[in-house]
């Protein structure tokens, strides 16, 4: 049996997973007035031996691996820069996804995963959260016609961060002090003008 490489070139991306069970066997092939060097090599595919043939290519990324190393195989697509739609073979090591036992034994009535899945999760500092803080504490600025310091800057970063993280984790919320007081505006008095003093 042998492993069918055109049905991956016909299907770009798609991968399979093998298994190298030997080195390359050089073998030189012709075919129509062409030759070409051939390596063949054995893999394993769920559990059956197959038999794989591969050209210059694929030999050279088949040959960094070690012997017993399992690996996806694809056939994929990119454009050159001159436009044109190119091949190549891609050669990954296979992975084994690792997964938390899910069913562990409950100890002293507390189910581990549980208690972890259920802890809060601290938030983690990223460009877009920073710039959001950073934007609302600028409109808190220029709304409230604000001449602030470095350090009175920052202070109102951190109140407007402070604000983010009790939406976020409510639990953390902390006790108010004491009752918010309204913002007072100095406003003026309207002024009446009479019709003969208006310039239109």
Known sequence: MFINLKTLKENPGQEI???????????????????????KYEVIQD????????TD????????????????????????????????W????????QYENVK?????????????SQQSTPSVANPARNGMIFNNVVKLYIANNQVWT?????NAYKRVEGWLE???????????TKDNEPISRDMQDTVQYDNDELPF
């Open 104 to 116: 562990a034994p409950v100890k002293n009535g507390a189910n581990p995963v549980k208690a972890v």
């Open 57 to 88: 290519s694929l030999h050279k990324k088949l040959n960094t691996l070690e012997p017993n190393s399992t690996f996806n195989l694809s056939w994929e697509e990119f454009t050159s820069n001159e436009g044109e739609l190119r091949n190549y």
């Open 166 to 176: 009790a939406c976020e984790n409510p639990a953390t919320l902390p006790l108010a």
């Open 90 to 97: 891609k050669v990954e090591l296979f992975e084994q996804p």
């Open 17 to 39: 997973t093998l298994t190298l069970n030997s080195g390359g066997v050089f073998e030189k092939k012709e075919y129509n007035g062409k030759s070409w060097n051939n390596f």
């Open 47 to 54: 559990g059956s031996v197959y038999s794989l043939d591969a």
């Open 150 to 154: 470095t350090e009175e800057f920052v």
